[in-house]
């Protein structure tokens, strides 16, 4: 199979920010679609951790995240041990889940699910402590599988945590977990956005109130 279009990684390129000085730079793309992609991990889920480091390594966006498509396929799959294995793999190349969609399509299926049912989520915040972006994102955004069980102590703790990031990623990526969690229990979110509206960065509070009423909506933009 050969996919890649120059036209469709010249827009790429231009979409994931990859200019000098901005979060993806330097970043290179084979202008392939997602379902392309989709389509060769399929092909070649049973993909060894060499072969995967391979991928991860490229420098090319797309093998990259082929790489991860193949991880969260195995991971759902795999037995407690495996499972471990995939969690420390991943863990151990974070600086090569290094755009928002490589974060967004793996974390919360490898961190996330492999933390749901633990009582020790240490991990979740040495990773929000990192100095890579990529971890702090990871860390956000495996809450979506706490919060998909009505779990919302960590994405409250974390968007806490995150109030003064000064990255816009980190902002939508917070806003966007309030958000979700505002779905399944609203008064978790009003109570977090009473709290902390005032201070909250313009985007993450954008993101969160997306699904309140007009009113509420109203109350907390005139709060800032």
Not at 63 to 81: E, G, H, P, T
Request: include cysteine; glycine fraction near 4%; hydrophobic fraction near 40%.
């Amino acid at each position: 199979m050969r996919f890649g279009n120059a036209e469709k990684a010249s827009h790429a390129a231009y979409f994931f920010k990859t200019g000098i000085g901005e979060y993806g730079e330097g970043d290179l793309f084979i202008g392939c679609t997602v379902p392309e992609t989709r389509k060769v991990a399929k092909a070649n889920g049973q993909a060894s951790f060499t072969e995967l480091d391979r991928l991860l390594d490229d420098a090319m966006h797309e093998c990259r995240l082929c790489a991860l498509m193949i991880l969260v396929a195995q991971f759902k799959s795999a037995d407690a041990m495996k499972r471990k294995e995939i969690v420390d793999f991943y863990l151990s190349r974070t600086s090569r889940v290094n755009n928002w969609d490589l974060v967004d399509l793996s974390a919360y299926h490898i961190v996330g699910e492999w933390l749901k049912d633990k009582d020790d989520r240490s991990l979740l915040y040495r990773l929000a402590e990192s100095r890579l972006l990529w971890d702090q994102r990871i860390a956000v955004v495996s809450t979506l599988a706490f919060i998909r069980n009505s779990d919302f102590t960590d994405i409250l703790r974390l968007a806490e945590m995150f109030l003064t990031h000064q990255h816009d990623l980190m902002h939508k990526a917070c806003g966007w977990m309030l958000r979700e969690a505002g779905k399944r229990d609203e008064k978790a979110l009003t109570g977090f956005m009473d709290r902390h509206s005032r201070v909250m960065p313009r985007t993450m509070l954008r993101y969160a109130i997306e699904r309140l009423t007009p009113e509420q909506k109203k109350n907390y933009m005139q709060r800032t």
